[in-house]
């Protein structure tokens, strides 16, 4: 008798747990799977090489010679030559320990994942369009702010003072930046 309890009870325990779990039918097929994964790993990729190219164009024209810059420019639409003239004389007066900031801070940003450059570009956007007083107060505030660790960073953006001294619009771009822009050491 003892053996048919048992296996009366065998038979229940696999009754429930075969309700339990789906039926093959329902789970996504392993092919599925790994092509998904594949195709995600290529966009990877393609992005990654996109901003390789990106990082190269700009390095190639800066060691092109002043005739093939002049042609480069002139097979441009007028508009997008001009804002280009603009950010390049830009870049011609600073000294040149500014320059190499630059490059580096946009070599940084070139290997940041695209979700992560979306948001820089967003958090960008926001604060270009502040009154310039309000911009060099976050500009200070985002050199202190640099400098700390990502604890004291916190405590800084919860401070009764952080929120007396910046609107709600204020913090999230300092917000954005220190959780985007600067990783932790």
């Known amino acids: ?21 789906p039926p093959l039918a329902a789970a996504p ?4 799977i790994l092509a998904a994964e594949r195709a995600a790993q290529r966009r990877a990729q393609q992005q990654q090489r996109q901003r390789q190219r990106e990082l190269n164009a700009l ?16 097979g441009l639409p007028p508009d997008r030559r001009a804002r280009l003239e603009q950010q390049l004389d830009r ?15 946009y070599r ?6 695209p979700e992560e450059q979306r948001q820089m570009r967003q958090a960008y956007r926001r604060f270009n369009l502040l009154p310039l007083d309000r911009k060099r107060a976050l500009r200070r505030e985002m050199l202190r702010l640099r400098g700390m660790s990502p604890e004291a960073q916190e ?6 003072a952080f929120r007396k001294d910046f609107s ?5 771009i300092l ?10 050491d």
């Open 175 to 184: 917000q954005g930046f220190a959780e985007t822009y600067w990783p932790e």
């Open 108 to 113: 940084e940003f070139s290997s940041l994942p």
């Open 59 to 74: 390095e190639r024209f800066q060691r092109m010679t002043p005739a093939q810059k002049q042609r480069f420019l002139n």
């Open 1 to 21: 008798m003892k053996g048919i309890g048992t296996t009366c009870t065998l038979a229940a325990m696999l009754l429930v747990l075969c309700a339990a779990v």
């Open 168 to 172: 709600e619009q204020e913090r999230g």
């Open 29 to 32: 097929p392993v092919r599925a």
């Open 155 to 160: 405590k800084a953006f919860q401070s009764e």
């Open 91 to 105: 870049l011609r007066h600073l000294p040149p320990g500014e320059r190499t900031l630059l490059r580096d801070r």
